[in-house]
């Protein structure tokens, strides 16, 4: 099994701030890596898949990068909106999810 | 518009069964492969279970292969999730999504909004 390791566990910072997440895979998953979105009591959304496609609708302040093992995802200006919990997820392999970054005010 | 709803979620004992319904409109079911996908209260997003579009291949995680069983029954355009032999540490929200499988477009591109599952000792 592919395992995924993302960190931070949480990460505090404030409206503007530029965000960087990183997930590593425990082998190579090539560029098959997506990043989503959850808040409290919702169901996870797509931001990114393939490494660096951003979805439709999504603010392009979202962004993706890496291959092979190590990847991140990057907010270039954190809004409001922003805070939440990031979750990434490889599907080279079936399917396995990172353990989650929490995003929170500082 | 695409939509999942699951089903049957509830408080069981260890050891006993529940099976999960996902109902999907919006969408034809023969044309998508389907996951479970599961979160235990406070923790990051597990993978469970794959059927492709046809109901012909199946994958599971090793945490539940051999307990839980997926299918789908295109008639009822639902997707199904037969789960024995409960234990304690499968107490989760379970999502229903949508696969997008590899390649121009999102792995898991539509959830459900869940069905919570709570198993006691």
């Known amino acids: 099994d592919i395992q995924m390791t993302q960190s931070p566990s949480t990460l505090s910072a404030s409206v503007g701030d530029r965000v960087t997440i990183t997930c590593r895979a425990s082998?190579?998953?090539?560029?098959?890596l997506a990043w989503y979105q959850q808040k409290p009591g919702k169901a996870p959304k797509i931001l990114i898949y393939?490494?660096?496609y951003l979805q439709s609708g999504v603010p392009s302040r979202f962004s993706g990068s890496g291959s092979g093992t190590e990847f991140t995802l990057t907010i270039s200006s954190l809004q409001p909106d922003d805070f939440a919990t990031y979750h990434c997820h490889q599907y080279n392999t079936y399917s396995s999810f990172g353990q989650g970054t929490k995003v929170e005010i500082k | 518009e695409v939509e999942l709803v699951e089903s049957g979620g509830g408080l069981v004992q260890s050891g006993g069964s529940l099976r999960l319904s996902c109902a999907v409109f919006g969408f034809s079911l023969s044309n998508y492969d389907m996951d479970w996908v599961r979160q235990a209260p406070g923790k990051g997003l597990e993978w469970v279970s794959y059927?492709?579009?046809?109901?012909?291949?199946?994958h599971y995680a090793d945490s539940v292969r051999g307990r839980f069983t997926i299918s789908r029954d295109q008639a009822k355009k639902s997707l199904f999730l037969q789960m024995n032999s409960l234990r304690v540490e499968d107490t989760a929200i379970y999502y229903c999504?949508?696969?997008?499988?590899?390649?121009?477009?999102?792995?898991?591109?539509?959830w459900g909004p869940g069905t919570m599952v709570i198993v006691s000792s």
């Open positions: 059927i492709d579009s046809g109901g012909t291949t199946t």
């Open positions: 082998q190579s998953i090539s560029n098959w």
């Open positions: 393939k490494t660096s």
């Open positions: 999504a949508r696969d997008g499988g590899r390649g121009e477009k999102p792995p898991i591109d539509y």
